[in-house]
Every structure is written in structure tokens, then in C-alpha cells.
């Protein structure tokens, strides 16, 4: 199993769905399709998850919130560019929109596996032609990768009824910029 160290998220148009690309830890980079249906189910068990802990981030500062993430970042070289066009879609701003990758390089995931921990989350992804891939996120990183994802799913203009009510009720800090591994 490869173990995922960055993951970028984008919405496909021509495609009207997800495409998950990442970097491994072993030098490697994976890219995936990913359904509105999985990822209805994936969200779902996430919000689960952040719902339980919504007063540590409501509580924590940006500072906090970030800080674990930061020292990562400085390895990570292609992340200002993703991150500019995250914020960019999050102020309302219409990014560029990404190029598709030709179908044999990005595979289909059919399902995913999550195991959940205080303080952590984890994700296999399970395409169906390749070698699984596992993402593992802390709060914070889970808190940054919804906010992306739910730009991406309005960009969509999918159904957002998904997204709970206490979703934008929180007051946890909005990333003005990617930290770390999930952009």
C-alpha cells in the first residue's frame, strides 16, 4: 500500500467529477477519479468525524490550528500555485480551470476505507486496476481539505444539501494559503 504524503483536489468539468493526484511517500504519484456517489459517502463519515471534534476547532486560533502542518510545508514546492487558486475560488475568484488527464494515467476508485482515531483519520483509496493508497489526516488537515472540497462542490454546482448547517457555523480559521499535505 502506498502511503500518500500530499494530495491535491480538483473538480474535472468535462468529466463532472473529482480527480484526486498525489504524491507518495515513496517518490510516486498516484491520480484519481473519484464519483459524486463516493464522495457523498466519504464527506459523510468526515463531517461525522470533525462533528465530534467541532469545539477543538472552534477553539483553536490559526496558529494552532496550522502549526503542526507548517513545518511540513517548506518541502513541498508545487503547493503556492494549488493554494492560490484554492483561495482564489474560495474569495469567489474563478481560477483557471485545470487540464484532464488522459484516462489511463488517473484511475477509477470504487471504494475507500476509513479508520477513525482521536486524533487522526485515515482514508484508502481502492482503485480498480492499481495498488491502494492511504491518506491520513489530522484535524486541521481535515478541516482544510472540506473547505477545499466544498469550494470544488460548489464550483460543481452539486446538490449542497450534504454539507451540515454547523459547516459554516464554525468558526475555525480559514487557511489563507496550503500548509502541508492537503491542497
Avoid: C
Avoid at 498516484?30 to 472552534?58: C, I, N, P
Avoid at 474563478?94 to 479508520?115: F, G, H
Wanted: proline residues 5%; charged residues 20%; without cysteine.
Amino acid at each position: 500500500m502506498l502511503t500518500l504524503q500530499r494530495i491535491t483536489s480538483e473538480f474535472i468539468a468535462p468529466e463532472d467529477r473529482f480527480r484526486l493526484s498525489g504524491a507518495t511517500g515513496e517518490g510516486g504519484e498516484v491520480s484519481y477519479w473519484v464519483t459524486q456517489r463516493l464522495m457523498r459517502r466519504l464527506l459523510k463519515v468526515v463531517f461525522d468525524w470533525l462533528a465530534e471534534h467541532r469545539g477543538e476547532l472552534e477553539r483553536q486560533t490559526a496558529t494552532e490550528l496550522f502549526a503542526p502542518v507548517a513545518g511540513r510545508a517548506e518541502s513541498r514546492q508545487g503547493a503556492a500555485t494549488q493554494a492560490a487558486a484554492a483561495t482564489q475560488a474560495a474569495a469567489g475568484a474563478a481560477p483557471a480551470e485545470p487540464e484532464p488527464v488522459p484516462d489511463k494515467a488517473t484511475e477509477l476508485v470504487l471504494e475507500a476505507d476509513i479508520r477513525m482515531a482521536a486524533t487522526q483519520i485515515s482514508i484508502t483509496f481502492k482503485p480498480a486496476n492499481g495498488e491502494h493508497s492511504q491518506l491520513s489526516l489530522q484535524l486541521n488537515e481535515a478541516w482544510q481539505w472540506l473547505l477545499i472540497l466544498r469550494t470544488l462542490w460548489q464550483r460543481a454546482e452539486w446538490d449542497a444539501s450534504l454539507w451540515p448547517d454547523w459547516f459554516e457555523q464554525v468558526q475555525a480559521p480559514r487557511p489563507t494559503q496550503s500548509w502541508g499535505s492537503v491542497h
